[in-house]
């Protein structure tokens, strides 16, 4: 399966799909898709930047 470690953080952070996707500006379906291939460095940089940046908000609370 492709990008192992960007589905692992997402499971780790405990977030949703849909909530990655909506921080980068895309839907759950697209994110999905690209997740399925491997993501080539600027969308792997969005993901990651919006992993990190959700999972700050919510240890903030």
């Known amino acids: 399966m492709n990008n192992q470690e960007v589905r692992h953080e997402i499971k780790v952070k405990r977030l949703r ?7 980068i500006g895309t839907s759950d379906g697209r ?3 690209w997740l399925r291939t ?3 460095s600027d969308r ?8 990190k940046e959700l999972s700050e908000s919510i240890t903030e609370k």
Not at 17 to 23: L, P, S, T
Not at 44 to 51: G, N, Y
């Open 44 to 51: 792997k940089k969005r993901v990651e930047q919006a992993i």
């Open 31 to 33: 994110l999905s898709v």
């Open 38 to 40: 491997p993501l080539n």
């Open 17 to 23: 799909y849909w909530e990655v996707a909506n921080k």
